[in-house]
């Protein structure tokens, strides 16, 4: 196997992630909106994408297949970028008051 993996950095760095987009989701319900906001939705689906970008990086350092490793790290490397993109957009709403 390469020593260059991105493995551990995708996994611990997508925990952490994860945990930011849970405690938004439970600020916004202990804050008493009882309306659905965009940044619900995008938040949610950040953390899903991040659930299953730990997911497959766990799995890609614990596979003794190096080919599957590699195909597995390449997968939860672009879902990780898919749930950053979405934690940016919620970032912009959030900093640009763009709800109403």
Same mark, same amino acid.
């Given at each position: ?23 938004? =989701?439970? #600020?916004? /319900? ?10 619900? !939705?995008?938040?949610?689906?950040? &953390? %899903? ?11 890609? =350092?614990? #596979?003794? /297949? ?10 939860? !490397?672009?879902?990780?970028?898919? &749930? %950053? ?16």
């Amino acid at each position: 196997m390469s020593q260059d993996r991105k493995s551990p950095h995708i996994l611990n760095t997508s925990t952490n992630l994860l945990g930011f987009c849970l405690i938004v =989701l439970t #600020s916004i /319900k202990v804050a008493g909106f009882n309306h659905v906001t965009i940044i619900d !939705d995008i938040t949610g689906v950040a &953390a %899903l994408l991040l659930m299953a970008s730990c997911l497959l990086s766990f799995l890609s =350092l614990r #596979s003794s /297949k190096p080919m599957w490793s590699e195909k597995l790290e390449t997968v939860a !490397d672009y879902i990780f970028l898919s &749930a %950053l993109i979405c934690i940016s957009i919620t970032i912009i709403f959030v900093s640009f008051n763009l709800l109403k």
